[in-house]
């Protein structure tokens, strides 16, 4: 059974950075590709970054000059770099691996339990 397994999370101030990884059970090559999804309360899952095989990436607008998704395919993990945050990004962030560059939730098989990133005005 593959397991998603973040941490890194954390409580910071508006401005703060984070680190948030992600390690993998199984070789990460085996799911072309991996993505940070983020879901606040009551709001839906939301991608926030992919990753191809290729290292190609994606990353939505509202984050882009501040996120950078990235990966260590001989660690099997997913980092997300999260610098200058915003009180909107305080949210429950989510490793996903799948076969499909997707935005969309339902294109990942693999999941990860969550990690809390709360930030503060």
């Known amino acids: 059974q593959v397991q998603l397994v973040e941490s890194g999370g954390g409580s910071v101030q508006t401005g703060g950075s984070l680190t948030l990884s992600c390690v993998s059970s199984?070789?990460?090559?085996?799911?072309?590709?991996m993505a940070w999804f983020r879901q606040a309360p009551g709001k839906e899952r939301r991608g926030v970054a992919l990753?191809?095989?290729?290292?190609?990436?994606s990353i939505v607008d509202s984050v882009k000059d501040r996120f950078t998704i990235s990966k260590d395919n001989a660690k099997n993990t997913l980092y997300l770099q999260m610098n200058s945050l915003k009180p909107e990004d305080t949210a429950m962030y989510y490793c996903?691996?799948?076969?499909?560059?997707?935005?969309?939730?339902?294109?990942?098989?693999?999941w990860g339990q969550g990690t809390q990133v709360t930030v503060s005005s």
């Open positions: 996903a691996a799948g076969f499909q560059f997707s935005w969309s939730p339902a294109a990942y098989t693999y």
């Open positions: 199984i070789d990460i090559n085996n799911n072309p590709s």
């Open positions: 990753i191809n095989g290729d290292r190609a990436t």
